[in-house]
């Protein structure tokens, strides 16, 4: 009798929630190895005619010189643009970013940063996120569509003349482009920190749960 | 012959320099999109190799280049201009751009210059600066983007090429033009003929 009790205590037991998905996971690692190369190549690039008054050191870029950054950047792109293309399809068709991502309030997010910054944000269920990631997780998607976008404007400033317009012409969507690299590195530091303080999160990437 | 040898890179024996080079430029018709798409299957590269450095690295981006070009030449538009723009918006001062000084920069004697023409073209006949001015000219205001990044709006003055090459007797079947400048090694550039 016991052991058929134990037995059902055991079917009545749910099976670990999956936190994220395995395609959820998989376009995840591939477009940090894509926005890696992307960034490296992209100051490789930068250097060659820099913005401001600094250059990237050499140990830091990829291509060692601007035409090999290019071949990097420009064979790169197709990686960050066919994943993050399904990513996004894939995230819009089955809800996710819906569920997710959604409601953002100001309120939320001003109480939640307080919460970060005095270490007292819980993490108990990892799969809501708290108003800090949503506004980080939705506004990186925006900042990677731009960049796309305005890489796409100075690369082609001719064929895309249109799109090159939108932002402001030539020479200042290179500093929209610069600007959004600014802000994913920006975003990757603060992103890794806290995926190491919370290291269940970064497992749930991982394995999914 | 001589004059011609002075122009080029000391050392480099043209006729190899010339096919090293064939060899790297893409063809740009478009029966080689399939070839060049399905070498991307050679992605499978990237794992057990030296990624960053190797020559598999360097052959992987040259495909992708290939394949890149390939796509750039069925989605755009071949007869898309250059925007232009009014002669206040010129820059000033005009950016001087090279591995050299200005005060570096070869000196030229402009009627002692002449514009060479080889290859496959009818009529072979040099060109001096006076000669060239006869011809029909045209202005254009636009920006000139460097491959660096920097950009700079000029005003430019001159034949188009599209008229000299008719006028000429090229064969525009070819591929590519080549121009050679009078500079310091003879800084050299290919134009694709579709541009030209």
């Known amino acids: ?43 490789q690039i930068y250097n060659a005619s820099p913005l401001f008054r600094f250059s990237f050191p050499g140990s830091i870029t990829l291509g060692g010189w601007l035409a090999g950054g290019l071949l990097w950047h420009f064979a790169a792109m197709w990686l960050l643009m066919v994943n993050g293309l399904i990513y996004l399809i894939t995230g819009f068709a089955t809800g996710r970013f819906r569920r997710k991502l959604f409601p953002i309030t100001p309120t939320g997010v001003i109480s939640d940063v307080k919460a970060a910054l005095t270490f007292r944000l819980a993490h108990d269920d990892l799969s809501k996120y708290n108003y800090v990631q949503k506004l980080l997780y939705a506004g990186i998607i925006v900042v990677g569509i731009v960049i796309v976008l305005s890489g796409l404007s100075i690369w082609k400033p001719v064929q895309l003349q249109w799109l090159t317009a939108l932002f402001g012409g030539y020479d200042t969507a290179r500093y929209v482009h610069f600007i959004c690299m600014a802000s994913i590195v920006a975003f990757l530091v603060i992103h890794v920190v806290l995926a190491l303080l919370v290291p269940k999160s970064l497992r749930a990437m991982i394995i999914g749960r | 012959m001589g004059r011609m040898r002075k122009l080029l890179i000391p050392g480099v024996d043209k006729k190899l320099l010339v096919k090293d080079a064939m060899k790297v430029m893409p063809d740009l018709t478009r029966r080689r999109f399939i070839s060049a798409g399905a070498s991307l299957g050679a992605l499978t590269m990237l794992t057990g190799c030296d990624v960053v450095d190797s020559d598999s690295a360097d052959q992987f981006l040259a495909q992708v280049s290939k394949f890149n070009d390939a796509v750039q030449a069925w989605i755009f538009n071949p007869d898309a201009l250059a925007p232009t723009y009014p002669e206040s918006m010129i820059t000033k001062p005009f950016p001087f751009n090279a591995y050299y000084d200005l005060d570096d920069a070869p000196e030229i004697e402009g009627k002692d210059w002449k514009l060479e023409v080889r290859g496959l073209v009818d009529n072979k006949k040099s060109w001096t600066l006076d000669e060239l001015y006869k011809l029909s000219q045209v202005k254009q205001v636009t920006r000139h983007i460097c491959v660096e990044g920097w950009s700079a709006i000029g005003s430019w003055t001159g034949t188009p090429l599209r008229d000299f090459l008719k006028l000429i007797g ?15 090694e003879g800084y050299n550039s290919p134009l694709d003929m579709r541009t030209a």
């Not at chain 1, 058929?4 to 591939?30: C, F, G, N, S, Y």
Request: charged share 15%.
């Open chain 2, 170 to 184: 090229a064969d525009t079947k070819a591929k590519y033009v080549w121009f050679q400048c009078a500079d310091k």
């Open chain 1, 1 to 43: 009798m016991s052991s058929l009790a134990a037995a059902e205590d055991m079917t009545q037991q749910e099976p670990a929630k999956v936190i994220q998905p395995a395609w959820v996971r998989a376009m995840h690692w591939t477009n940090a190895v894509a926005m890696i190369m992307m960034i490296m190549s992209g100051w």
